[in-house]
Structure formats: structure tokens, C-alpha cells
């Protein structure tokens, strides 16, 4: 039997059209049948605040739940002034608290991005790794970001780039093996 490791997937824009939640459907569909996706939404997180930490907000709730019952974590995100997005650095917040239920802590994690910058998005993701690695988390090395091409109109046809697509499915495989090999708990195929 194989196992199967569920995997969160938190995308770092809110727009309906983000290129980089085409990204993050195409990297599950090359994905090994291992990891099981589901997408964490960042949109109803108010902004962290300590004052609400004693009464948390529903929205709060349901993605730390959704975030601490990941066997990894898979990081989608733009990268805007050279850094990563607000909503997305506020929900690594709300779920870093309190310290003692940190959901990051041991959590085997992984990033990726596109944005038409010639350098993709390497700063974003380099303070995502800044970040988390404060948290405890365990970073997948290696980078995977990627120039924004206008033909990408849909995961399907990001995954029509040939290169691109072998490129995104060797990360989805490595990723896949550095779950399995931290992850502590899994369920049975």
C-alpha cells in the first residue's frame, strides 16, 4: 500500500484571475498521486491583531485548523515590492499563534510563483523562507520561480509548456519524497 500525505496549498493573491493560482492548479495536477491538495483560502482572515487572539475569529479558526492537519504545506505567491504579499505573510501570522501552536513548527513546506519579473519571484519566495524558517518550518531547498508568460492562460496551458512542465513536475516529485520523509503522521491509499 502507499501512502498519502494531504498537502495544504496557500496562494499568495486574492484576484480571480491570479496567474499564481493557475500556477498552484497546475503544479497539483503534476503532482505524484501521493499528495493529496486542497486550497486553504486566505480571503476572510482579518488582518492579526493580539487583541483578538482570546476570542478568534471563525475565519481564523477554520484555517489553522486547515493548516495544522496538513502533512505539508505548498506556498503559491506572487511577489509584489520585492517581497511576499500582506495576505499571505498575515496568515503565516495568524497561524504562528500562539508560539506553543505554531502550525508551521516541523511542517515540511514548499514554494513556488510566477510574476513577469525577469527573476520570477526570488525575493518573495527568499522571504518566505526567511519567515518560516523563524517559525520552525522545514523548507523544500531549492528554487522553483518562474517568468510569467502571457500564453499561460490556464493551469492546462501552463502545463502545455514543455519544459515548464518537466521543470514544475520534478519539484512536485522532490517535494512529494521530502514529505514523506518528514511528515509524521499519513493514511493509507
Excluded at 501570522?93 to 506553543?100: A, E, I, N, Q, V
Excluded at 514543455?162 to 522532490?174: G, I, S
Aim: positive net charge.
Amino acid at each position: 500500500m502507499s501512502k498519502t500525505f494531504d498537502v495544504a496549498v496557500l496562494v499568495g493573491s486574492l484576484r480571480r484571475e491570479s496567474t499564481n493560482r493557475r500556477l498552484a492548479e497546475a503544479l497539483t495536477r503534476v503532482a505524484p498521486p501521493s499528495l493529496a491538495f486542497y486550497f486553504v483560502p486566505l480571503e476572510e482572515l482579518p488582518m492579526y491583531n493580539g487583541d483578538l487572539e482570546s476570542n478568534r475569529p471563525d475565519a481564523v479558526q477554520r484555517f489553522v485548523a486547515a493548516c495544522a492537519r496538513a502533512d505539508g504545506v505548498l506556498f503559491v505567491t506572487p511577489e509584489f515590492n520585492r517581497s511576499l504579499p500582506g495576505v499571505l505573510k498575515n496568515a503565516i501570522d495568524w497561524g504562528s499563534r500562539p508560539p506553543d501552536k505554531n502550525v508551521w513548527r516541523d511542517k515540511p513546506v514548499a514554494s513556488c510563483g510566477t510574476t513577469p519579473g525577469a527573476i520570477g519571484t526570488s525575493a518573495a519566495q527568499l522571504h518566505l523562507r526567511q519567515v518560516l524558517g523563524a517559525l520552525n518550518a522545514f523548507f523544500l531547498g531549492g528554487e522553483a520561480y518562474l517568468t510569467y508568460k502571457p500564453a499561460w492562460a490556464n493551469a492546462s496551458a501552463i502545463l502545455q509548456d514543455e519544459p515548464t512542465r518537466k521543470f514544475l513536475q520534478a519539484y512536485m516529485e522532490r517535494f512529494a519524497q521530502f514529505v514523506g520523509k518528514l511528515a509524521p503522521r499519513s493514511t493509507q491509499a
